[in-house]
T-cell receptor, first 111, second 115 residues
Framework: AQRVTQPEKLLSVFKGAPVELKCNYS??????LFWYVQYSRQRLQLLLR??SRESIKGFTADLNKGETSFHLKKPFAQEEDSAMYYC?????????????FGTGTRLTVIP | NAGVTQTPKFQVLKTGQSMTLQCAQD?????MYWYRQDPGMGLRLIYY???????DKGEVPNGYNVSRLNKREFSLRLESAAPSQTSVYFC??????????????FGPGTRLLVL
């Protein structure tokens, strides 16, 4: 069965400091992983997908199949990065991309 | 485009009452989803609809029913609400091209309190 683990419920960093939000997964198939973000009073929205190998708002995430991890990183945190971050894994079933979410990490960037 | 809309935004029910949560999307997406979000649990899939006319159970379907009314609308019904169903409910949609790993677009959520 698939499972996504985010070990940190809360993470605080100072503005300008590097930030890393951890995500580990277990899945017997070939994983597709995402990071979703929910800013205060906004909808849950996609931040980045591993398959795109892109950098969004300075964030990057590399899929490490050996360590079964998909950690989210940013070299210099900004106050506007404060939000709830969810790592998610998708499986393909009957054409729908069901997402399995981690429990989330609340990031606070201290000015 | 409004994207994914949900009604109501907030609802209080008594145990045993029934209600339907409405969701609509205007992006011509094929797939739609209902999740619930509980403190410390993240989002969990209740039901999904891969395409118009089909629905399937997700991780936590007990106590819920769904209807994919047409391509735009996907409703979630609680026939007899229980306090354990107090949660925030999110609807989402995705284009769902075969074989593609896609973005899901989420609605603003419905906060439900069952007393």
């Amino acid at each position: 069965a698939q499972r996504v683990t985010q070990p940190e419920k809360l993470l605080s960093v100072f503005k300008g400091a590097p930030v890393e939000l951890k995500c580990n997964y277990s899945y017997s198939g070939s994983p597709e992983l995402f990071w979703y973000v929910q800013y205060s009073r906004q909808r849950l929205q996609l931040l980045l997908r591993h398959i795109s190998r892109e950098s969004i708002k300075g964030f990057t995430a590399d899929l490490n199949k050996g360590e079964t991890s998909f950690h989210l990183k940013k070299p210099f945190a900004q106050e506007e990065d404060s939000a709830m971050y969810y790592c998610a894994l998708t499986t393909l079933q009957t054409g729908a991309n069901n997402l399995f979410f981690g429990t989330g990490t609340r990031l606070t960037v201290i000015p | 485009n409004a994207g994914v809309t949900q009604t109501p935004k907030f609802q209080v029910l008594k145990t045993g009452q029934s209600m339907t949560l409405q969701c609509a999307q205007d992006m011509n997406h094929n797939s739609m989803y209902w999740y619930r979000q509980d403190p410390g649990m993240g989002l969990r899939l209740i039901y999904y609809s891969a395409s118009e006319g089909t629905t399937d159970k997700g991780e936590v379907p007990n106590g819920y029913n769904v209807s994919r009314l047409n391509k735009r609308e996907f409703s979630l019904r609680l026939e007899s609400a229980a306090p354990s169903q107090t949660s925030v409910y999110f609807c989402a949609s995705s284009e769902a091209l075969a074989g593609a790993q896609e973005t899901q677009y989420f609605g603003p959520g419905t906060r439900l309190l069952v007393l």
